[in-house]
């Protein structure tokens, strides 16, 4: 079994990720080392990884476990492992319920490296006030969390829900850009076919269950995207983004 990952504010030789002692010793405290020590019940021998979620992590040993919610570790030489290329954005549709945090964990688990949450016009939730601040900060630990489970060391970003417009602009901004559809005579056929890019940004947009409206898609098209289909099945929103990001990391060779 590989070695759990934990997550630290700040790794020795600057930037973000815990605190470190002398000698290479590192105490992991706080929520993750109550959760090392009191549910995972590391001890002494025991390997780990530590990261700051950005990229920069590190392989440890566990030295002891001190009280309920301290572990003593002695640290490797720290690593940042480089953002891997292309890199690879799903703009969400907001879905029901909990279907979100699905979404996000297994986009988080397949390998994506940022996440737009997407106020669609046939959304029917909406991210309003305290509403969307809580479901947004969910869609973030639950990143977080998954990037952990998946051994992951740099963890996607999830930003701020966005527009219609806003999400043109991204898309205006990428090197291939798609939207995934669901009418098989609509677009530019599989997107299993398209020519991709062998790096800069891949920007996929993943419609709400009731589908992309032709608005939307008129905006999107202008500003540089393609409509593109996945397969002979109709998937939902929450499972859609995973599979058409799986396909891209086997195309570009990230999977390789």
Do not use: C, N, Y
């Given at each position: 079994m590989t070695a759990p990952v934990f997550v630290v504010d700040e790794l020795p030789g600057g930037g973000q990720g815990g605190r470190s002692g002398q000698g290479g010793r590192f105490v992991l405290d706080g929520?993750?080392?109550?959760?090392?020590?009191?549910?995972?019940?590391l001890r002494a021998g025991e390997?780990?990884?530590?990261?700051?979620?950005?990229?920069?992590?590190?392989?440890?040993?566990v030295v002891a476990a001190e009280g309920k919610d301290q572990l003593v570790v002695s640290l490797g030489e720290v690593t940042e492992e480089p953002a891997e290329e292309p890199r690879i954005t799903v703009v969400q549709a907001l879905p029901k319920g909990?279907?979100?945090?699905?979404?996000?964990?297994?986009?988080?688990?397949?390998?994506?490296?940022?996440?737009?949450?997407?106020?669609?016009?046939r959304c029917i939730t909406q991210w309003k006030g305290d509403r969307g601040a809580k479901a947004l900060a969910k869609w973030r630990a639950t990143a977080?969390?998954?990037?952990?489970?998946?051994?992951?060391?740099?963890?996607?970003?999830?930003?701020?829900?966005?527009?219609?417009?806003?999400?043109?602009?991204?898309?205006a901004r990428a090197d291939f850009a798609a939207v995934l559809h669901e009418d098989r005579d609509y677009g530019s056929g599989p997107l299993a076919t398209a020519e991709l890019p062998s790096s800069g940004e891949i920007v996929l947009v993943v419609g709400?269950?009731?589908g992309v409206s032709p608005q939307e898609l008129a905006v999107f098209e202008e500003a540089g995207a393609k409509a593109y289909r996945l397969g002979r099945t109709v998937l939902r929103t929450s499972t859609a983004g995973t599979a058409a990001t799986a396909l891209l990391l086997g195309r570009t060779g990230r999977w390789s």
């Open positions: 929520p993750e080392g109550r959760h090392a020590v009191s549910v995972k019940r390997e780990i990884v530590l990261t700051d979620g950005a990229g920069r992590w590190a392989p440890g040993e909990d279907r979100g945090e699905l979404a996000v964990e297994t986009m988080t688990e397949t390998g994506v490296d940022a996440i737009v949450p997407w106020a669609a016009s977080r969390e998954a990037g952990k489970q998946s051994r992951r060391v740099r963890f996607p970003e999830v930003a701020e829900a966005a527009t219609t417009r806003q999400v043109a602009e991204l898309v709400p269950e009731g």
